[in-house]
């Protein structure tokens, strides 16, 4: 029988262009776990033992414990084989858990979540639906963007772009419900749904919660974006970290975002747009303080990697570096020892 194999792994050899020749591997080599094999057996193939040991030099994935775990995760085997590989858990994985903390921790962020859910499902299971939605649209003079999911397994910055589709097309979405809820051709359970629907959109708790989730994921979404460039370093990362970080703390809890800030003036003139607002004792709102904070727990815990490694890679930004550097200490005063470490190491 033949057994299925998946690709996990890549190992990029240790050479530049100008100096490779014909002999020297150029293709990456292969880890294949074989999955109906006990315990996912890691078989490297395609290079020779001294070879790999040489020129495999990091391992990265997400957090699975098929990948991480500390006893049988193939990082484990891995470093158990080749002593000197750096491993490392994706940083954009590790920004999507984060969010998920906060998102269990703050229960209200939860009852937003499956009410943007409800509005997905709405629009992407009926054609009919999306037609009415965009009649509705141009009755307000709106704009309609695609509403995806929100807060699922996704990178945040999907979240994001389906929130600022509900923002874009508020006015919209709140005419459609309306209309869906007059409309006789509906049954009497579809047109109490869409009079439920209508009321959720026209409460100040949810269009304050919406300006919330906006601006936060805004500059989460700006961080996962600037994650994924080829050309981030861990340094570069930690420094996106640490700037995401201020933003939540300063700017958000000292003062509000843009759009929260345009949702509470909204609050206060009582409309958005062509929008009626009323309170709904029904609903609760996010705590804004409670959420930002979780949120920045949760991306030190998951994300912030001051330590050893680091430490020893700040040698290597130039901004760090003397502008004038004593001849008496000489090129150890800004790292030739760390330097020595970091090549060996690598």
């Not at 020297?24 to 395609?46: C, I, R, Y």
């Not at 229960?107 to 509005?119: G, M, P, R, S, T």
Request: charged share 20%; with cysteine.
């Amino acid at each position: 029988m033949k057994r299925k194999q998946t690709t996990i792994f890549q190992c990029f050899p240790k050479f530049s262009p100008s100096t490779a020749t014909e002999e020297e591997p150029g293709q990456a080599a292969v880890l294949k776990v074989t999955e109906n094999e006990p315990g996912a057996t890691a078989k490297l193939t395609g290079f020779t033992e001294e070879w790999l040991q040489k020129n495999c030099v990091s391992f990265v994935s997400d957090g699975a414990s098929v990948m991480l775990g500390k006893n049988s995760g193939v990082a484990t085997r891995l470093t158990a084989r080749y002593p000197n590989l750096f491993t490392w858990h994706c940083m954009n994985h590790r920004l999507e858990l984060a969010v998920s903390d906060a998102v269990d921790e703050v229960q209200a962020v939860n009852h937003f979540k499956v009410f943007l859910e409800k509005i997905h499902n709405l629009y992407s299971q009926s054609n009919k639906n999306s037609r009415e939605l965009l009649e509705a649209a141009q009755e307000v003079g709106s704009q309609v963007l695609k509403i995806g999911r929100v807060l699922s397994t996704r990178w945040v910055a999907s979240s994001f772009r389906s929130v600022k589709a509900v923002w874009t097309s508020y006015e919209a979405l709140n005419r459609h419900f309306e209309n869906a809820a007059g409309d006789q051709t509906r049954s009497s359970k579809e047109r109490q749904t869409y009079r439920g629907l209508a009321r959720r959109m026209q409460s100040k708790e949810f269009l304050c919660d919406l300006g919330l989730m906006f601006d936060a994921l805004s500059e989460l979404a700006n961080l996962s974006q600037q994650l994924q460039a080829h050309s981030v370093t861990l340094l570069r990362a930690d420094h996106l970290l640490k700037r995401t970080i201020r933003v939540l703390a300063s700017s958000f809890k000292d003062t509000q975002g843009e759009k929260f800030e345009e949702a509470l003036t909204a609050q206060a003139l009582g409309h958005l747009g062509s929008v009626p607002l009323e309170s709904n004792a029904k609903l609760t709102p996010i705590n804004a303080k409670q959420f930002l904070q979780s949120l920045i727990n949760n991306l030190v815990k998951r994300l912030s990697f001051d330590g050893e490694m680091l430490h020893d890679l700040s040698v290597l930004d130039t901004g760090n570096w003397p502008s004038t550097p004593g001849i008496r200490h000489g090129l150890n005063s800004f790292g030739a020892a760390i330097l020595l470490l970091l090549k060996a190491s690598l």
